[in-house]
């Protein structure tokens, strides 16, 4: 059986403190409504406090301010170009930042991948770009910036750390729509030697991820998938990875997008160190979020759920922390994508704690890194330019003791 990580060695003494937290909640669980991923998959619990009333209602502008230091990697907004699918990382004692850059519109024929680094998370490289330009669709083809079935574009898709080796991952597709038949999922491993990255080729056909893939207990590897034709069939789960980079199950969450449509899955073990929790953008503008579980290594899962914690329709990315706690960097406003609230939940499961991150204008796709007491938040804003947020871990206790004077009594309009 895997140890739950605020138990292993080496962890801070606030893992005590998170595991009495944990009993409680374990003793709160007993209500009905209270989700559980084998017991109660069907509950819609996942935002609770004193602090709001509606979670529409909720004054994100009033929530309690995290402090940061911010940078802007890369802007391409005077060019009218794209930068977004921001994906972070920290390998070889240096952080990593990758993103989509294209021109004029998102995802258009021609797009590629671009990436920087910095030793400290705050001073970054000029971009450099990291994919080749797709093919016969770069700068001065017939087919450049149009929506054309002729032509191609690349998708950041994050790195991935595997048996100590950085592989940075992209879709390539043709970009007349979302997505196009020849849909591949691709990798490129990090060669230190030369400063450069080495093609390894397709590592899934039919497939676009939204997150790179992480271990799961068994030792394999799990990501989900977007084919194709998702929007008939739905979403799915990829498990594998461990034997070659090549090797992948898919399994499906719905089989069809009738009930759902998900958008950007993201999932996270939680404190079993077992049982999964997924969580999906609705893209019928719910504003909500959706949640799945599953209990056997992510082959099956259950219906998802539209829960009451509130979403733009826009990604998000959390991650467990080394002390045990959950947080969530996400457009909680349900109305548009201003501002990144980061939420805190000790069980990854309901959340009690939201905190104003970022915003005052448009900011989304966010991804998320702790690493060395900091977490850092690399975001899109406006879809024209890569930025990132350094903040200190200890700054998330500001959020211990949520104001009451931020909740009006009816929903936002």
Known sequence: ??????????????????????????VAQTSEEYPHPANNPDSPKMLAGDWFEHPHGIDFTALPKIPSRHVVVSDVKKTKG???????????????????????????????????????????????????????????????????????????????????????????????????????????????????????????????????????????????????????????????????????????????????????PYWWLLPDGKSIAALFRDNRRSGYLYRSFSVDDGRTWSTPVKTDFPDARSKFHGLRLRDGRYVLVSNTHPRRRDPLTLSVSEDGLVFTKMGYLYGGRHVDYPHVMEHDGQLFVAFAGGKQSVEVLKVDLDDLDLLDKMPTAIAPRMPLK
């Open 82 to 264: 794209v930068n977004q699918h921001n994906y972070l990382a920290h390998h070889d004692r240096r952080y990593w930042v990758m993103w989509s850059d294209g021109p004029g519109v998102e995802d258009r024929a021609g797009q590629v991948v671009k990436y920087a680094t910095s030793p400290d998370g705050l001073e970054w490289t000029s971009p450099k770009q990291l994919t080749p330009d797709p093919k016969n669709s770069g700068p001065g083809s017939a087919v450049f910036n149009t929506r054309s079935p002729k032509g191609f574009r690349w998708i950041a898709r994050g790195f991935w750390q595997r048996d100590g080796e950085l592989l940075a991952l992209a879709s390539l597709d043709e970009a007349a729509g979302f997505f196009g038949p020849s849909l591949a999922l691709h990798a490129f491993r990090w060669n230190a030697d030369d400063e450069r990255w080495d093609d390894l080729g397709v590592i899934r056909d039919n497939a676009i991820n939204n997150f790179p893939p992480k271990q799961l207990p068994s030792g394999r590897w799990m990501m989900s998938r977007r084919p194709s034709d998702y929007k008939r069939v739905g979403v799915s789960m990829l498990v594998g990875g461990d034997r070659s980079l090549q090797e992948w199950k898919s399994f499906p969450v719905l089989e069809t997008s009738s009930k759902l449509a998900a958008e950007e």
């Open 1 to 26: 059986m895997a140890t739950s990580p605020q138990f292993r060695k080496g962890y801070p003494m606030r893992s005590l403190l998170v595991s009495i937290t944990l009993a409680s909640i374990c």
